[in-house]
């Protein structure tokens, strides 16, 4: 009586999920993609391309010229960088196979295919995302050739994000005041060391659960940045470097009652590494004016992104 009893709790489960997959029109469910953040799902890949990108994203836009003065400088605006999503997000390679299966940026299932093949598809809100960002406020502060760099950003508990917070800091050290001379023909060359590191926890709670996935992301970044002034309103950067960056999940999710589909609680503990590994990038940066200090340029760090630095002011209290 108890195997019966089994067999047809199995059988309402399968049918109950098969029923909610179908009103979702090929896409994951909800339940589907936050399985993804369980390890032993074995599904890291489904879930990867959300760290590739906030990864080179708060990797982006620590340094705003390659010159420290030798004077107070005080600096503050919004940088933020543009990630696009490309074709290699879309896709993992299955675990099991060879075969390259949609990731969470990824395709839904079409009707022309056996939507019930054990393939979970993308997620239809993230599928149609061009571009990623994820802004947050800056500021810094130099003095004698060193400069200190603090960002940060917080944001309230809205609909089903309940709560996005991130920290960071960064240093960055100039050494072209130990060889520039007045006659010397490097002196509109810089050389510059920068350590930069942040940390996230991104809440996000669906309607049909009564706690949140919780995300804790790190980032963090050592660059060395090379730059040069064919004129004084005006340096082109080089950077090299290291990255890294790591996303680790956590909850312990229940369905509330109107929407159970007798699926079991959820606990994620995924813990998935991005693109970390060697960088590089070229920027542009300007001053306009006496405050007035954009930045543009690109990125290459597993993919490429888009430093848009344009709001950024910075007031320079003497230099030398």
Known sequence: MKTINKLITLFMMATAISAYAADNNGWATTTETLNAFVKANNRAGYVKPII?????????????????????????????ALVPIGDDDKVYKSPYSNNKIPSIFGRRCRADEDCNNGTIYGNETLNGLPLFTYPYMQMGFSFYHARLVLRGMWLPAISELQGFNLWGAGLQYSFGHLYKKDKNAVKSLDISLLFGYNSSTVKYQPKEYKSPLVLDITALTADVIIGYKPIKEMEIMATFGYQYTNMDASGKMTQKDEYK???????PDQ?????SGFKFGIEMAFTLGNMFHPVVGFDYAGKSSFTTNLLYFKQQNGKE
């Not at 813990?271 to 693109?275: D, F, I, M, P």
């Open 261 to 267: 589909y007798l699926v079991p609680e959820i606990k």
């Open 271 to 275: 813990s998935v590494q991005g693109n």
């Open 52 to 80: 590739d990108n906030i990864g080179n994203v708060l990797n982006s836009n620590w340094f705003s010229g390659s010159t420290i003065d030798k004077g107070f400088a005080f600096e503050a605006g919004m940088p933020f």
